[in-house]
């Protein structure tokens, strides 16, 4: 069922790689390989994936999870690109871009703590069967 209310968490975790995305856009971080920009397409695969498989909670939960750590290494590539950038770490000069990333890891702990709850839901009722 796609109106649970993890699905919508994790539609804004997915939101919030596509902000990255496009606000991302000036984080060079290697010149040869578009880090930023593969982990936000690879981040809205995932999140497509983990959407649409709602009748498999435990895939929903391992997605999630690769999804966060996924997240998480943004937040450190991100962090090293402002501390590396000149005039030091002021968000107004410099963007918001670690700040989706961590929005999305949010997300997705709430989304996981929700696909839990169903699940336990779901076995207790088996038992009663």
């Known amino acids: 069922m796609l ?3 993890q ?3 994790t539609l804004l975790a997915v ?3 596509v902000f990255l995305f496009i606000t991302g856009q000036d ?3 290697s010149d040869s390989i578009p880090l930023v920009n593969i982990g936000c397409i690879v981040l809205v695969i995932i999140g497509a994936l983990s959407i649409f498989s709602f009748k498999n909670r435990k895939r929903q939960i391992l997605l999630n999870t690769i999804s966060i750590i996924i997240n998480a290494l943004l ?3 991100l962090v090293y690109w402002l501390l590396n950038l ?3 770490i002021q968000f107004p000069e410099k963007g918001i871009e670690p700040v ?3 929005l999305a890891v949010i997300c997705l702990l709430i989304a996981n703590v929700f696909i839990r709850k169903d699940e336990r839901l ?3 009722v088996d038992r009663l069967r």
């Open 27 to 29: 984080a060079v971080i």
């Open 3 to 5: 109106q649970r209310i």
């Open 75 to 77: 937040i450190g590539v």
């Open 86 to 88: 000149s005039g030091g």
């Open 15 to 17: 939101l919030a790689a």
């Open 7 to 9: 699905t919508i968490w």
């Open 122 to 124: 779901v076995k207790s």
């Open 100 to 102: 989706f990333p961590l």
